[in-house]
């Protein structure tokens, strides 16, 4: 944690420095997906989902980014299958995640992998049920830049993943990601 | 040319899927219910009015309007624990039961908690108790239940899918949640945590969690509870039942909050809580009195009913 915290505080002056990918980033994602949950009593079914977040991100150095994000999300309870069914739950989501990356133009898109973790805080739908559970997330993702300042671009992913519940044998998601980054300290040319 | 095609497309897909969803829908599994009812003590415990006649609706709601294949119905002084135990061996080894069908235990009754006084968190090591026919004050194992001993009991029947609704005083107890915290207090006079101690409570139980269990927890059984752990549960002649049981009865036909015409386990709760909520809120019993149903945590939910 704390060298997340040091990487964090260093990063505006990394990216001065060693970087000319357009500074930190704000922005805002979307994100819609299926996920599949099976218990060991009861057989997989699938949950729709569907999460939003902001996210803070800071270049280290020309290829690598640290992001931070925090999200809301929602899943679905399961349809009922011979009586069974996973419950919905929703809750917040504290991520931090690398971002492996090819350089930002203005005149291409750039392409990327993001993975990293998160800590979640859900309550079962129509319940006051808190739970906790941790969960790993990587997939690639598509920047297209948008010309004009302030420079903005919108990127499309694909995130992968993997909760770790302790009352659930697997608990894995897919889905569709939409984001839009501002880029506060864009330099043209850079 | 190429958009009729689609659109015929669509449509044949929205009839397959509306197909799947309906095969989804199905109940290929038997459901079995035992269901007890004690008024009457025989001057042991305070003499109940309407706990009997809970049972006997609760009994009817099953048989004739959900139409489970097999409802065991007890009353009053035929609602032992010997009894008890004997129904749940004969459902037990019922031929025709399988893993993939559902059982529900009601009691309508006392409850209570083992030690007087103050008791510890929810999930604690400490029992709560049914009274059967018989039971006296202190309770003595012979006539009634623990929530460890009733789940260890149940744990003889074979299917997966076990439902224990309890109407009684501290039946909250019952809810054995290791890796939930219920926000929901265990008293509502006793009030809530804030939202940062429920978050590290959430916490520490995911990181102690060891699979171990104290009363009953959702892998075992989902518990529909009428009262906190520190709660009284009422009854009285403005519903003619428990008021829990009241609503319950109710959920079948107001219950199916996602309309999917199914009520789970746990919109059957949420409906009861709500219904409370308003009563207590509207002065029908007064704040002294409030108390609010609680539910099992765990990732599944069961469908209760069919929605009528």
């Known amino acids: 944690m704390l060298f997340l915290v040091t990487l964090a505080a260093l990063g505006p002056v990394s990216a001065r420095a060693l970087s000319p990918a357009g500074g930190a980033a704000l922005g805002a994602g979307l994100q819609a997906g299926a996920a599949a949950a099976r218990s060991s009593l009861h057989p997989a079914n699938v949950q729709t989902w569907l999460s939003t977040r902001m996210l803070l991100e800071f270049p280290l150095v020309r290829v690598l980014g640290l992001g931070f994000s925090l999200g809301y999300h929602l899943a679905d309870e399961s349809a009922p299958v011979s009586g069974v069914l996973y419950r919905g739950h929703h809750g917040l989501e504290f991520a931090t995640y690398l971002l492996l990356r090819s350089a930002l133009a203005v005149d291409r898109p750039r392409a990327g992998i993001a993975a990293g973790g998160s800590a979640n805080f859900d309550v079962y739908n129509l319940t006051e049920l808190l739970f906790f559970y941790p969960s790993l997330t990587a997939g690639p993702y598509l920047e297209l830049p948008i010309e004009g300042p302030p420079r903005h671009s919108f990127s499309f992913g694909l995130p992968c993943r993997l909760d770790f519940r302790r009352d659930l044998e697997l608990s894995a998601s897919i889905g569709l990601e939409i984001s839009w980054r501002w880029y506060p300290a864009w330099k043209e040319g850079t | ?308």
């Open chain 2, 1 to 308: 040319m190429r958009r009729p095609w689609r659109i015929a497309a669509a449509g044949l897909l929205a009839a397959a899927l509306a197909d799947l969803s309906s095969c989804a829908l199905n109940v290929p599994y038997d459901k079995y219910a035992i269901v007890y009812g004690i008024a009457d003590y025989n001057g042991l415990l305070s003499t109940l009015t309407y706990t009997d006649d809970d049972a006997d609706a609760m009994y009817q709601l099953l048989l004739v309007s959900q139409g489970f294949d097999l409802v065991t119905l007890r009353t009053n002084s035929a609602a032992t624990k010997s009894q008890l135990l004997t129904d749940i061996g004969n459902i037990a080894t019922d031929p025709d039961m399988d893993e993939e069908d559902l059982f529900v235990f009601y009691f309508s009754g006392h409850g209570g908690p083992e030690g007087i006084g103050p008791e510890p968190e929810t999930g604690d090591a400490e029992n709560e108790w049914i009274s059967l026919y018989g039971s006296t004050y202190p309770p003595d194992l012979s006539t009634t239940f623990s929530d460890d001993a009733l789940v260890a009991a149940l744990r003889v029947i074979p299917c997966r899918k076990k439902v224990i609704i309890i109407d009684a005083c501290n039946s909250g107890g019952f809810i054995g949640n290791e890796l939930e915290v219920d926000g929901e207090p265990a008293a509502l006079a006793e009030g809530s945590e804030s939202i940062l101690e429920l978050a590290a409570d959430a916490i520490r139980l995911y990181a102690n969690f060891d699979g171990s269990s104290a009363d009953i927890p959702p892998w075992e059984a989902l518990v529909l509870s009428a009262a906190g752990e520190r709660e009284l549960s009422l009854e009285g002649p403005f519903y003619g039942h428990g008021i829990f049981t009241y609503y319950l009865l109710e959920a079948e036909t107001e219950g199916d909050q996602d309309h999917d015409g199914w009520v789970t386990v746990t919109e059957a709760f949420a409906y009861t809580q709500e219904k409370l909520y308003r009563d207590y809120y509207l002065g029908r019993f007064g704040p002294y009195d409030a108390y609010s149903p609680h539910v099992s945590g765990g990732p599944v939910d069961y469908v209760l009913f069919e929605a009528r």
